[in-house]
C-alpha cells in the first residue's frame, strides 16, 4: 500500500534564498558602479542631467540591494513558494535602461 503524501510537505529552500540575494546584491553593485560613473562624467563634464541621472541609479541600486534583503526573507520563510512580484522586475529592467542611455550620453558629452 502506497503512503499518501502530506497535504502539507515541509518546503526545502535549499540554498535559493541565498543564490537570490545574492543576485541582488550583484544588481546592485553594477547599478552603483554605473551611477559612479555616470555621476562622474556628469561633474567633470558639467552637466547636470548627468550627475542627476547619477544620483538618482545610486538611489535605484539602493532600491535593488534592500528588495534583495526582503525577497531573501520571503524565500526562507516556512510558508510555500513566493512568487516576486512584477514591479521590482520592471523596475530593474527601466534602471537598466536608464544606465545604458546614461552611459552612452557620458561617452557622448565632450570632456573639455
Known amino acids: ?14 540554498l535559493q534564498a541565498e543564490r537570490t540575494a545574492l543576485a541582488w546584491s550583484r544588481t546592485g553593485l553594477a547599478i ?3 551611477a559612479i560613473l555616470v555621476l562622474r562624467s556628469g561633474l567633470v563634464a558639467e552637466q547636470p542631467a548627468l550627475a542627476a541621472a547619477g544620483v538618482v541609479l545610486f538611489a535605484i541600486s539602493a532600491a535593488a540591494t534592500g528588495y534583495g534583503v ?3 526573507r520571503e524565500l526562507a520563510a516556512e510558508h510555500g513558494p513566493v512568487m516576486p512580484s512584477a514591479w521590482p522586475l520592471l523596475a530593474v529592467a527601466a534602471t537598466v535602461v536608464l544606465a545604458a542611455v546614461a552611459g552612452v550620453g557620458s561617452l557622448l558629452v565632450e570632456v573639455t
Not at 1 to 14: F, K, L, Q, S, Y
Open 70 to 72: 526582503i525577497r531573501r
Open 32 to 34: 552603483a558602479v554605473n
Open 1 to 14: 500500500m502506497i503512503d499518501a503524501v502530506p497535504e502539507h510537505t515541509p518546503r526545502d529552500p535549499g
